[in-house]
């Protein structure tokens, strides 16, 4: 299995704080990326990046920052989490541009 | 915008049976990936493929880029199949930006 973790699992918060999901792995991909998982709706890309300090918004990128400081580490921030941002985080990396995609576990919000 | 479709949405199959899921794409693709997600669980690859036809073990999946099609078959589908499968296309280059089907849910009966 590729080494790709999510932290935490899982987080119940309130309305108004802040978030931050974090990403990790150990594969030395240059390709990473956050998704949204809802009911009725497929995996949603919120921000990517194609190497350190390299990021770009994906589709549903309103109310989320990353960041990239290394290669290994990225960051999923809510900066004042809202209800409609309860959902399933998942990470995901990539070695090449169109490569095989690893999955991280997935990171369950609740925001009340 | 490339607009990825599959059918059927949900799909119950006897044990045994061969089963197949489609996936339809609008815009051109550099590779297109079928994922399997089980109940609660996390996502795993099952192929990228970008022309003609890959296997692994009981699943088979196939494109024809000219239809902007891709099919994935199981063969003697077993209860442990029972999971959604997701089919995604890359584009954007080097970016490798993916968009996602909503997925099949597949339930195979004993």
């Known amino acids: 299995d590729a080494g790709i973790t999510q932290s935490p699992r899982h987080k119940v918060t309130e309305t108004g704080t802040p978030v931050t999901l974090r990403c990790h792995q150990t594969e030395n991909h240059r390709y990473m990326y956050w998704y949204r998982q809802d009911p009725g709706h497929g995996l949603r890309l919120i921000h990517y990046?194609?190497?350190?300090?390299?990021?770009d918004k994906g589709e549903v990128s309103d109310g989320y920052s990353v960041s990239r400081s290394k290669t290994e580490d990225f960051l999923l921030t809510l900066e004042s989490a809202t209800s409609s941002q309860t959902s399933v985080y998942f990470c995901?990396?990539?070695?090449?541009?169109?490569?095989?995609?690893?999955f991280g576990e997935g990171s369950r919000l609740t925001v009340l | 915008k490339n607009e990825v479709e599959q059918s059927p949405q949900n799909l119950t199959a006897q044990e045994g049976e061969f089963i197949t899921i489609n996936c339809s794409y609008s815009?051109?693709?550099?590779?297109l990936h079928w994922l399997q997600q089980h109940p609660g669980g996390g996502i795993v690859s099952l192929f990228m493929?970008?022309?003609g036809k890959k296997k692994h073990g009981r699943l088979i999946a196939t494109i024809n880029i000219q239809e902007k099609h891709s099919s994935l078959h199981i063969t003697a589908s077993h209860p442990r199949d029972s999971a959604v499968y997701i089919c995604?296309?890359?584009?954007?280059?080097?970016?490798?930006?993916?968009?996602f089907g909503t997925g099949t849910l597949l339930a195979v009966q004993p």
């Open positions: 493929l970008s022309s």
């Open positions: 995604a296309t890359t584009y954007g280059g080097a970016t490798n930006k993916l968009i």
């Open positions: 815009v051109g693709i550099s590779a």
């Open positions: 990046s194609y190497g350190v300090k390299d990021t």
């Open positions: 995901a990396i990539a070695g090449l541009a169109g490569g095989e995609l690893f």
